[in-house]
């Protein structure tokens, strides 16, 4: 099973069913007046956010999506059964896009929510409808309303508190796989992330939910390296988390390089509370880490935070520097025990395919 995050669907309400002409046919029932039934309505579309998936895949098999159609109506003023609704179901944080990509139709962001993609089409009435003291014997029945019928785009974006930012190989993934019990790929070689990672640390007895994206490089909204489509993953957070690599020859630059892909992409993503580090100083001397860490502080105009994720260090102190913008009430721990460790784990429950 793969990592899917985008799907074009087609949707289609029912239509309604079309009235019934007909006539009493009884025995002694001289002159039978009409009873003919009205048409069901046909069934709608839905589209339902839930919990328990995290990825589109299901939505590269199937495309097409249609409502059941109202039944027609019948004789003796029997009305046609409605048509059985359809209901599309997506992770939460689905995007529902119109078919020219950009106009947002629905923001699926709570799990639950329901929203109403195309509304089934209405049954005719029956003959008996237009029964009147002019016109006692009407020999005609309206035919049932067509349904709706769209394309859609569905864009997920994954709902984090923090999103991790870096050039590949910037040690993203070691620092997700030390705050959290995930476990992505670990590789010393480029663009080992090739899909959204989730993971969840404890920071003061409070969930944060990290989200790591693949490595982005100069050049990638153009297309260079994996684009920066996946950046759409982060959008939702509180704030960013910054890693440059403490090994980079120039950190300064590999630090802008990023900011320029972001403000490229979007200056409201640009925008948002940072928090820059520099990590994999277990690999360079005192004199090398004051040195890069003052060149850093210049580019980004910040405090920047000196960390080891496989040695632990200042990982807690990072964690707790980005805590604090999360304004989101987060889920407390049962155990209240205070953390003397650098960071602590809990179970991940979405885990990425």
């Not at 339902?48 to 990825?55: D, G, K, R, S």
């Not at 495309?63 to 029997?78: E, I, L, V």
């Not at 997700?176 to 959204?196: G, N």
């Not at 950046?231 to 960013?240: I, Q």
């Amino acid at each position: 099973m793969k990592f899917l995050d985008q799907a074009k669907i087609y949707v289609q309400s029912g239509d309604g069913g079309s009235g019934c002409v007909s006539f009493r046919h009884e025995k002694y029932i001289e002159f039978g007046g009409p009873n003919g039934g009205d048409g069901g309505k046909g069934g709608s579309v839905y589209i339902e956010a839930v919990p328990n998936l995290n990825t589109l895949i299901d939505f590269r098999y199937h495309q097409h999506f249609k409502a059941q159609k109202g039944r027609n109506g019948m004789g003796a003023d029997k009305n046609g059964p409605k048509g059985e609704d359809l209901i599309i179901k997506v992770p939460v944080g689905t995007e529902v896009l119109a078919d020219d990509q950009t106009t947002l139709v629905v923001d699926m962001i709570e799990a639950g929510q329901r929203f109403l993609l195309a509304k089934g089409g209405d049954g005719g009435r029956g003959n008996t409808q237009f029964k009147s003291s002019t016109n006692q014997a009407p020999r005609y029945a309206e035919p049932g309303w067509p349904g709706e019928e769209k394309w859609l785009w569905l864009r997920l974006k994954v709902i984090a508190d923090v999103g991790l930012l870096g050039m590949p190989n910037a040690g993203k993934s070691t620092f997700l796989s030390v705050v959290s019990k995930a476990r992505p790929k670990i590789a010393d070689y480029p663009f080992t992330t090739i899909h959204p990672n989730l993971g969840v640390a404890w920071v003061n007895d409070y969930e944060m939910v990290i989200a790591d994206i693949p490595g982005l490089i100069e050049g990638a909204h153009a297309g260079v390296g994996l684009g920066d489509r996946f950046l759409k993953h982060v959008e939702r957070c509180y704030a960013l988390l910054h890693l440059v690599d403490g090994t980079s020859q120039d950190v300064a630059k590999s630090y802008k390089d990023i900011r320029n892909e972001l403000e490229l992409y979007d200056t409201k993503l640009a925008a948002k509370p940072e928090v820059v580090a520099l990590s994999k100083i277990d690999a360079l001397t005192d004199e090398e880490i004051a040195s890069k860490k003052h060149a850093l502080e210049q580019a980004s105009g910040q405090k920047v935070f000196v960390i080891s994720s496989v040695a632990r260090q200042g990982v807690y102190e990072c964690l707790s520097a980005i805590n604090r913008y999360i304004t989101r009430s987060g889920r407390k721990k049962e155990d209240q025990t205070p953390i003397t460790e650098p960071v602590s784990a809990t179970d991940q429950p979405w885990s990425p395919i």
